[in-house]
């Protein structure tokens, strides 16, 4: 009786998050999600699952070359002032007060929302109905609400392929009736993997992979061999690649619901720019205001997070080794795409090998036929959400991907072994505001884990 009054009293207190969206977005985090019993058991700690067995092999057309990180920090300050110009603290106004789109995810006690209970997913296309019920609807509603024009705009899920078992994805893209289709321009491709496949620690290894291996680097292989010839983490940036291609997307989202990355292609999909690993329980960004703010740096609405040039970053490599860490930003912008720093603008001194992409420690050495045989007697986790507080997930490390090309590309000039230019100067230009720079800093040069609180 007494729990009953209380939830009355709560509900007359609450606030309708439309009413206070910004509030909401800062406060809102996923619904807590666990695994039914009959779900598959999730691998030990730290430990890949050896599961993730994508049918991608090395092709010619997927010329992929380095993968990078964005600056967390960068992303966080970005998030929070791109969202604070668009979203109103105070209602807003609707066009139709009797058909309103709401968001989905419960915020106690400010905001109270009748909760879906989706059931505890045993396999992924369960998974999937808390995504889409939950971060997506809701990311969904919050576009429409607030940018009017995205109306026509709606994530649906992508017709499924040979490894619908253990990948899915949903595109946000115009729906089939609306004027103006634009070829993908503006889309946005969310990647789904469960975590029994897609491991924390297999998560790590997709974000500090920095290398895609092309055809040539596997002549020496015999043809049945070559099959089998990517890592796990190198199959999964193929998968990816290829699935965004296709879709005409460049900004993607991935995720098991309990761990989230956000990145993005560049232009001519040259290279592969991502964050670090976010869990469901993130905030300073909430996982629904990246999501967010994510749909609306695609679709190239004003403040969004702007994707360097291809040829900006292929200047950049001329002076580093591979062994260099970077990490970009991104500054606020008034358009799609500006120009970013010249190669005359850097200088650069290292005196790294080159690298390779090489395997991140022996458990990924495995071949695809060890995964498959691999095992657990004993020692397998509970299903319990690996990303939840305290621990956070973060990766390090470089990236890249390239452009789709049916033809072979000519190798990449080879690197020198350094110049004799100062190894301060990347750091110098990190610690700096530019009007269209501020987006390449060497890692420590910036805190990783630096909070933006919202007002």
Request: aromatic share 10%; hydrophobic share 35%.
């Amino acid at each position: 009786m007494l729990i009953d009054h209380y939830n009355r009293i709560q509900a007359l207190m609450s606030v309708d998050p439309l009413d206070k969206l910004r509030v909401y977005l800062s406060q809102v985090i996923l619904p807590p999600m666990k695994l039914a019993p009959k779900a598959p058991a999730l691998p030990p700690s730290g430990h890949h699952s050896h599961k993730n067995v994508l049918s991608v092999t090395p092709q010619h057309y997927r010329v992929l070359e380095k993968m990078y990180q964005i600056d967390f920090a960068s992303f966080k300050k970005g998030a929070k002032e791109v969202l604070n110009m668009h979203v109103t603290q105070d209602k807003l106004q609707m066009l139709d007060p009797e058909n309103v789109e709401n968001v989905t995810m419960p915020c106690s006690p400010s905001f109270q929302l009748p909760a879906p209970s989706p059931k505890k997913p045993t396999n992924l296309e369960q998974l999937c109905r808390w995504i889409s019920l939950f971060p997506l609807d809701s990311a969904q509603a919050v576009m429409h609400n607030v940018f009017p024009q995205t109306e026509d705009w709606t994530f649906s899920q992508v017709k499924s392929d040979i490894d619908e078992d253990i990948f899915q994805s949903y595109i946000w893209s115009p729906t089939a009736t609306a004027s103006g289709v634009t070829d993908g321009l503006g889309s946005v491709t969310v990647f789904v993997q469960p975590p029994w496949i897609l491991s924390p620690k297999d998560f790590e290894s997709f974000v500090s992979c920095d290398v895609l291996r092309r055809v040539d680097d596997f002549a020496h292989m015999d043809e049945d061999d070559k099959t089998y010839a990517y890592t796990s983490k190198e199959r999964l940036w193929a998968k990816i690649w290829d699935e965004c291609q296709r879709n005409g997307s460049h900004y993607f989202v991935l995720t098991t619901y309990w761990g989230w990355v956000f990145g993005v292609f560049t232009a001519g999909r040259t290279v592969g720019l991502i964050s670090h690993v976010m869990s469901d329980s993130q905030s300073f960004p909430t996982i629904l205001e990246s999501l967010v703010y994510w749909l609306l740096s695609a679709m190239g609405i004003k403040g969004g997070w702007e994707v360097p040039e291809d040829s900006a970053l292929g200047d950049i490599e001329a002076f580093l080794t591979m062994n260099d860490v970077l990490t970009f930003s991104s500054p606020v912008r008034s358009q799609r795409i500006h120009a970013a720093p010249s190669e005359s603008e850097f200088s650069a001194h290292s005196s790294a090998r080159v690298s390779q992409s090489d395997v991140d420690d022996l458990d990924e050495q495995l071949t695809v036929e060890q995964y498959l045989t691999q095992g657990y007697s004993a020692g397998a986790l509970l299903n319990v959400n690996p990303f939840a507080p305290p621990t956070r997930y973060r990766g390090e490390s470089n990236r890249g991907v390239q452009n789709w090309i049916p033809y072979v590309r000519a190798p990449s000039p080879s690197l020198t072994e350094g110049s004799e230019l100062s190894a301060s100067t990347i750091k110098d230009y990190g610690d700096h505001e530019f009007e269209n720079g501020h987006w390449m800093t060497q890692e420590g040069g910036v805190s990783m884990t630096s909070q933006i609180h919202y007002s």
